[in-house]
C-alpha cells in the first residue's frame, strides 16, 4: 500500500498533472493496484497522450493556464530551438536528457510581459535554420521502434492521434503532404468550460499491440533530406489551408487576440512549423 500511495502522488505530480494544485487524478491509480504489471504499461505514450490532450485544453478560449508534464514539453522546446535554451550542464551519456538543462530564473511584472511579446516576436522571426530537425540523431527511431508506431495513443479515457508522417524532417526525411489521420467518430465541446470529450471507434484500442502493421516504413513513405528542413513542393500549400503559423501582426509587433488568415502568412515561415 504504501508503494502504491507512493507511485500515486509521484506520477500524479510529475507526468499527469492537473490545475488543482493539491489534488491528483483518480485513474491513477487504476494502473498501480497490480505492481507487476507496472512495467507492462507504456507510460511515456501515456504522459503524450495526457499532455496532447492538455495542450488542446490550453486552446480553448476560457482556459488559463496549462498542465500536463511540462518538463517534457520544455525539454522538446531547448532540443528543437536553440534560440529558446537556457545553460546546459555536462552530464554522462547515461543520464536523463532533460536534467541537463539549468531552469532559468522566472521572471515577474513588466519583465514577463516584456518578455513575452519578445518570445512571440522570435517564434514568428524564426526560420528553418533556426530549427535543430534531428537533435536525437537520424537513427533515433532505430533505438525507439514505436516512435514510428502510427493511430491513437492513451491515457485512460484519454487519446489523442499521433502521426509520425506529420514530422518526417525529425528521422531524417523529406516532408510529404501525410495520409488522413485516424480520427474519433464523436466528440462533444460544451459552451462553456475549458474541456472537451472525444469518442472513438472500439476496435482502436487494440492498434497499440500491433506495433507491425500500424509502423510508418519512411523509405517507403519519402527519401531522406538532401538538407534538413527539406519538403515537397505542393506541401506549402496543403500546410496553409490547415495552419495559423504567426501569433503577432507582422506590422506592428503588438499581440493579437487571433491568428492571421493563412493567406496573409509568408513562404518562409511555413518551412518551420510542421514539426
Known sequence: MEVQCYLFVLLGSTLFVDKSRDRLRPAINLFLKDHRRLADYAWGAGALAYLYRQLGVATRAGSKGLCGCLTLLQAWIYEYF???????LPQSPDAPRASSW???????????????VRYR??????????????????DGHTDIPRS?????????????????????RQFG?????PAAMTVPHDQYRPASGSSYIVFWDPWVNQLWDNVAARRLELDFASR?????????????????????PRITHPT???PQPRPLLVHQVSY????????
Open 102 to 116: 539549468i531552469s532559468p530564473r522566472l521572471p515577474g511584472g513588466d519583465e514577463a510581459r516584456q518578455r513575452l
Open 173 to 177: 526525411y523529406r516532408q510529404i503532404i
Open 224 to 244: 531522406l533530406c538532401e538538407q534538413p528542413s527539406e519538403i515537397v513542393e505542393e506541401y506549402v500549400d496543403w500546410f496553409l489551408t490547415r495552419s495559423h
Open 252 to 254: 506592428d509587433g503588438e
Open 148 to 168: 514510428l508506431y502510427t493511430g491513437p495513443i492513451r491515457f485512460s479515457d484519454i487519446a489523442e492521434g499521433y502521426d509520425p508522417s506529420r514530422c518526417l
Open 121 to 138: 516576436q522570435l517564434l514568428d522571426e524564426l526560420s528553418a535554420d533556426d530549427v535543430t530537425w534531428t537533435p536525437y540523431g537520424r
Open 82 to 88: 536553440p534560440l529558446f535554451r537556457p545553460s546546459q
Open 268 to 275: 518562409d515561415f511555413l518551412l518551420l512549423f510542421q514539426i
